[in-house]
């Protein structure tokens, strides 16, 4: 935890409200955001016990596996969850706008630049929790390599028409999820984190309830007070006020209220089963479609709550302004769903179980590139993540006292001007270090000469710091207008890079060197999970 | 091990002859071997970067075009440097980015050393040096006949993956135990393939070629007699090493004596043993613990102006313990910018001070560590990771003197290690909670309580 984080969260303790970390929004929040909270059962991973999800805050689709062990029950669970995801996701593959991207030519290895398709917008999933987020990637996991009736007549079990492809969007989103910055499917208490320091720990930030109570307290209550009323208070039947934010529900409820439910609704199943005749079986029906009601009723009972919390906290982050580089990281995101969106329209198969050599390698080396640069990002959009740097000795801030002009060396002389910055700052100057301001949006490099106090040293109250400028200003022998800062200016200068380099190209998969086991040969198309002894329904 | 056939052993063994069959073995598989790779695990001050040298000139004089990756631009320059001492007539060529001033100027002025961006400039060498980042943007038709890859338990698999297309066989060269590479982001998704790109470079190497033959170097020419049992024992419990000198080869005496402050009383410890623990009262501090660092800062102010005069096997006359001979270690780098505005307050300029990252490779007489634990209210991976501790207690030719709060022992105990299982990972032995233990256990012995 960095400095300013455990400042603020102290502060938030003295207080008893959550201390703003940031003053502007750092993600990009769609207008029309598909907000999903899904429930497990407990003891069945991957068994979804039901699910609140739609567009429209006051018109949530409620969703429920009334018998989670039932296979058939899940696919049309699944079926519904397709029927509801997919048309909202497809509803932005239409509108694209024209965009160029760099490809290698084939023929002659160039690198040309070609036009291309970009979707205009992206679908954009919200979930309560980072759990959330897990359970997206394992239902996603779950379903892209079902095969239909379609696919293979002779499959057991045939999945219905659309949950493979439910399950390959699912995949990439939780995918997507893991790069820093993203932003297709998000979790609110990752979100509201971000955004605001409470009084409590990280871990017990991840409670949605506890979060929004130190954001945002009822009247006359402290976040402290609140929090703790959201994570513990029960009402006469020992149910949480406050249900958890799942997938995982509270063991109170799967006890005392689900379990008995859940039962009566198997009893009813099986009496119907062996109802005698027509009469018999009309009021059986009645008997299960109330006891089906029953279990609808629980599950909505401890999933909208959690509803109301994640467009609350959506209310709240929307007060932010976004901050200026969301968008550029937001077209990032759309990038990613429209290249997905062409590998599912040509055909290709599900993302293979695991990735090969080569595939592995390139995530992370995007992912990395995309972490260090959301840090630099958010510290130029915003001036307390600044700070925070600033703590740190990662950047520093001060006024321009001495603006002296010198020359670089050489054939045709370039200006280098020594610019003198008194800062109060600390800043962990290394000899010649590289630091970097933003000069109309682009970075400006200088090099750090030394410190300029009378002794030399610095003290505890900041120093004097000698930098030169090296680049940004022009071609000609004067800088250009504006491009070296004067006496009296404010200026902030980092010790880290602003833009991120592209790393170096790695092998086409097919030639994996032999260090790491050879080409992976032809891709298999893979099996769904066979059918084990332990699945009895 | 019984106490009577390890001493007949101990008289029996030569460190040299040791070294000297191992590198010959080495060699021969490098050279002469059929494998396409050869693998090496040095402990600290095995004589690394003399293999490395010498197989390179070997390779060279058998007439293979060779390509040497470093993990640094520092280490790339000496070995540059290395080799041009050794063979002042053979032509290499360093490699280098096009940042701004890329490499040493020292080699400007080498004559046989030619230097450029591009590799297309400097074909025909016998040997070209460059990091592995640069060596990623390397594009042939043709691979090299060999490589040596140094640090390569410091290298990530990834890294590999992008230069392993260089060459056709190549030589491995590294130390176990030394800090792991690691991610900026998560990577636990590809724990357990073989290929996890988080992981090492021989970690996925030997995972997909474990006929590879594998050598150690087994004697270590840095660490003196009082450090090689502790630290083979702590970090290399499956891999034993021996010091090259004897308990009486070095020495390390002041000549002003001490004024019974802490420091000096720690100092005088660790002159006389090889290691010193100043122990401050049980705090939790924040990470630039002001009085462990000004406490760090009067060590070495100490050891400065006492006279101290270092007696080893490499000359007959002692040696002054100048600024330059003295390190300080630290896990971050806030601390070791602490250490660095304190030391200047006492005037003192020229002591290396810097975290166990960038501290790898390096030697000097005396070391001064800030134990990573200290004044901690927690044991995160970070702190207890393995390679740290070894960085930071396996750079010294004399004594290491670290600084700590008490405690530490109790904080272990509060927090064993609790990272998830991870299924197809293989466990890495020892894990950072033992070697914590083992190594505060043996400077305990040699504790110095101080309340500055």
């Not at chain 1, 640069?373 to 001060?398: C, H, S």
């Not at chain 1, 680049?471 to 200016?489: A, Y």
């Not at chain 2, 008289?11 to 490098?30: E, V």
């Not at chain 2, 166990?356 to 207890?384: I, K």
Request: charged letters at 25%.
């Amino acid at each position: 935890m960095s400095l300013i984080t455990s400042l603020a969260r102290l502060e938030a303790v003295a207080t008893g409200r959550a201390q703003p970390a940031a003053t502007v929004r750092h993600r990009h929040l769609s207008q029309r955001p598909l907000v999903l909270v899904p429930l497990t059962t407990a003891g069945e991973a991957g068994a979804p016990l039901g699910a609140l999800v739609g567009t429209d805050r006051d018109a949530p689709r409620l969703l429920v596996v009334p018998q989670p062990r039932d296979r058939d029950l899940r696919f049309a669970f699944l079926a519904d969850l397709a029927d509801i995801v997919l048309p909202y996701i497809e509803g932005y593959a239409e509108a694209v706008e024209a965009a160029e991207r760099t490809e290698t030519d084939p023929e002659t290895g160039k690198r040309v630049k070609v036009e291309v398709e970009l979707c205009a917008d992206a679908p954009q999933l919200i979930v309560p929790s980072r759990a959330g987020i897990e359970f997206v990637r394992l239902l996603g996991r779950s379903m892209r390599f079902r095969r239909t009736a379609e696919q293979e007549p002779d499959t057991p079990y045939p999945a219905p028409p659309r949950v493979p492809l439910l399950g390959r969007w699912l995949t990439h989103y939780g995918e997507r999820a893991r790069v820093p910055g993203s932003a297709l499917l998000l979790a609110a208490t990752e979100l509201l984190s971000r955004h605001w320091a409470t009084g409590q720990s990280g871990l017990e930030d991840q409670h949605l309830g506890a979060l929004l109570a130190w954001i945002d307290p009822p009247e006359g209550s402290s976040g402290a007070a609140a929090a703790r009323e959201a994570e513990l208070a029960r009402d006469g039947d020992g149910q949480l006020l406050c249900p958890p934010a799942g997938p995982a529900t509270d063991p109170a409820f799967d006890n005392k209220l689900l379990a008995p439910a859940i039962e009566r609704y198997d009893r009813a199943r099986t009496a119907l089963a062996a109802a005698e005749d027509g009469l018999e079986a009309d009021s059986r029906l009645g008997a299960l479609t109330r006891a089906e009601e029953e279990i609808r009723g629980l599950v909505a009972r401890v999933t909208l709550p959690t509803w109301d919390r994640v467009w609350r906290g959506l209310d709240l982050l929307r007060e932010l302004p976004e901050g200026s580089r969301v968008e550029e990281r937001w077209t990032r995101d759309r990038w990613s769903f429209t290249g997905h969106r062409d590998r599912v329209l040509a055909g290709e198969p599900p993302q293979p179980r695991r990735d090969d050599a080569v595939t592995a390698a390139n995530k992370l080396a995007a992912r990395e590139r995309e972490q260090a640069r959301l840090e630099a990002q958010e510290a130029l959009d915003d001036p307390l993540v600044m700070a925070g740097r600033r703590l740190a000795g990662e950047a520093f801030a001060g006024e321009v006292t001495d603006v002296t002009m010198a020359y670089s060396e050489g054939k045709r002389p370039s200006p280098r001007p020594l610019v003198t910055v008194r800062t109060d700052d600390r800043p962990h100057l290394a000899e010649r270090a590289k630091v970097y301001r933003s000069l109309g949006g682009r970075p400006q490099a200088a090099e750090f000469v030394g410190y300029a106090d009378e002794d030399g040293e610095r003290d505890a109250d900041g120093a004097v710091v000698v930098l030169r400028i090296v680049d940004k200003m022009g071609r000609g022998k004067e800088p250009e207008e504006g491009s070296v800062p004067v006496k009296g200016d404010r200026v902030c200068f980092t010790l880290f890079e602003h833009e991120q380099r592209g790393g170096a190209k790695l092998p086409d998969p097919e030639d994996t060197p032999w260090t790491h086991g050879g080409p992976p040969g032809e891709p298999v198309t893979e099996a769904a999970d066979p059918l084990t002894e332990e699945d009895v329904l | 091990m019984s106490a009577p056939q390890a001493t007949a052993a101990e008289a029996a063994f030569d460190p040299g002859a040791a070294a000297a069959r191992a590198t010959d073995a080495i060699l021969r598989d490098t050279v002469e071997g059929p494998h396409r790779g050869v693998v090496v695990d040095s402990p600290p001050g095995a004589g690394k970067s003399t293999l490395v040298v010498r197989a390179a000139l070997e390779l060279a004089e058998a007439g293979r075009p060779l390509m040497v990756v470093a993990q640094t631009n520092a280490q790339v320059d000496d070995l540059v440097l290395r080799l041009a001492e050794k063979n002042p007539d053979l032509p290499v060529g360093r490699l280098h980015s096009s940042d701004a001033d890329p490499y040493d100027k020292a080699l400007d002025e080498l004559p046989q050393v030619r230097t450029s961006a591009k590799a297309g400039e400097l074909t025909g060498l016998p040997v070209v040096l460059s990091t592995a980042a640069k060596w990623a943007h390397v594009k042939v038709d043709e691979p090299w006949r060999h490589a040596i890859v140094d640090e390569a338990y410091q290298m990530r698999s990834d890294s590999l993956l992008a230069v392993a297309g260089l060459f056709e066989r190549a030589l491995f060269v590294g130390d176990p135990g030394q800090l792991d590479p690691f991610a900026i982001v998560g990577s636990e998704q590809w724990a357990g393939l073989s290929y996890d790109p988080s992981a090492s470079a021989v970690t996925t190497l030997l995972a997909h070629n474990p006929e590879l033959p594998q050598h150690r170097l087994p004697v270590s020419w840095r660490l003196p007699a009082s450090a090689a049992p502790l630290v083979s024992d702590a970090f290399y419990p499956y891999t034993p090493f021996r010091s090259g000198t004897g308990h009486g080869d070095r020495r390390l005496t002041f000549a002003v004596p001490s004024d019974g402050s802490g420091p000096d009383r720690v100092i005088d410890e660790a002159a006389v043993s090889g290691w010193g623990l100043l122990e401050l009262p049980r705090r939790h501090t924040p990470r630039t613990d002001p009085e462990a660092v000004r406490a760090v800062a009067a060590v070495v102010r100490r050891l400065l102006d006492r006279g101290g005069a270092a007696t080893s096997e490499r000359s007959p006359d002692p040696a002054p313990l100048t600024a330059d001979r003295i390190a300080v270690g630290t896990a971050h780098r806030d601390q070791a910018a602490a250490v660095r505005a304190a030391l200047a307050e006492l005037g003192v300029t020229d002591v290396t001070v810097d975290t166990a990252n960038r501290l790898q490779g390096r030697e000097y007489d005396v070391t001064v560590v800030l134990h990573p634990l200290s004044g901690r209210p927690d044991a995160t991976a970070f702190h207890l990771e393995t390679g740290r501790l070894c960085v930071l207690a396996s750079r010294h030719r004399h004594a290491c003197i670290v600084v700590c709060r008490a405690g530490v022992d109790d904080l272990l105990d509060d927090y064993p290690s609790t990272e998830p299982v991870q299924l197809g990972t293989v466990v890495k032995f020892p894990d950072g909670w033992e070697a914590n233990h083992a190594v505060l256990a043996h400077l305990t012995e040699h504790r110095v309580a101080w309340r500055p």
